[in-house]
């Protein structure tokens, strides 16, 4: 297939590289031009802005930071794309946004989907993310072939903006995680317990985690180099207490994660990996 790939960031380059493994033609796009530059070197096409992108495209995939960025490049993509393009975008977004997108694309004769992921960098590199897909199930049966590249569980959650609501519930589940993995390395360290054999041990009981797997020596080596940055999981607990809101719950630790990572950003952590929540936690102990 033809795939406009728009996004070149952590997550969409090594995405769009596995495309292009995959046998695929990706036409991208990125704000910056140097991340455009390494899809070419790859073997992609480069575009000079979203309509070049998505022109000749079969599929148009974005991969961008926020709500604001999907309606500014979404409503580009249905105006300039064939008919019956297959639009699908996988940024993390509020789920509102893609009820909005859809129903302007379904207007246009665009076949949309909302397939946020989860398995931050690594699982982006290695083609194994998670992909949770919102919106009709024929669209979701087209979308499969080039899902299937880019991820090992793909499964189809509901309507348009099911995918969105299933992600803010990765996400809060997630903070949280990383929030009890941190109190628990500061508990060990504070009691003379090495951390390192007390999470191996957690890692391999009922306590065990993906984060635990991945992170937990990282943690440790208090080493923080963004996979997921602080900034974007700030945006995210937003949507997640925003979609609790909507739905009429209660979702007291959800709130109380959202704060830990809003402090990890009020402190100027940002732009470190999510795992920095134990910066956090560290300086409430002194």
Known sequence: ?????????????????NLLKAGHVVIGYDVSAERVEQLVALG?????GVVEAVGGADVVITMLPDSPQVEEVAPLAVEYGRPNLLYIDMSTIRPETSRRVARQAAAA?????DAPVSGGERGAVDGTLSIMVGGEAE?????????????????????AGAGQTVKAANQLVVGGIYGLVSEAIVLLEASGVDPVAGLDVLAGGLAGSRILELKRHTMVRRE????????LHHKDMGIAVAAAREAGVS?????????????ARAQGHGSLDHSALL?????LNG
């Open 1 to 17: 297939m033809n795939i406009g790939f728009i996004g070149l960031g952590i997550m969409g380059s090594p995405m769009a590289a």
């Open 44 to 48: 992609g096409k480069g575009a000079s």
């Open 109 to 113: 004769g665009v076949r949309a989907l």
């Open 139 to 159: 669209h979701f049966r087209a979308a499969q072939p080039v899902l299937g590249v880019l991820g090992t569980t793909v499964v189809h959650v509901g309507p």
């Open 224 to 231: 923080f180099a963004p996979g997921f940055r602080i900034d």
């Open 251 to 263: 979702l007291p630790l959800t709130g109380q994660v959202a704060q830990l990572v809003a402090a």
């Open 279 to 283: 910066k956090v936690v560290e300086r």
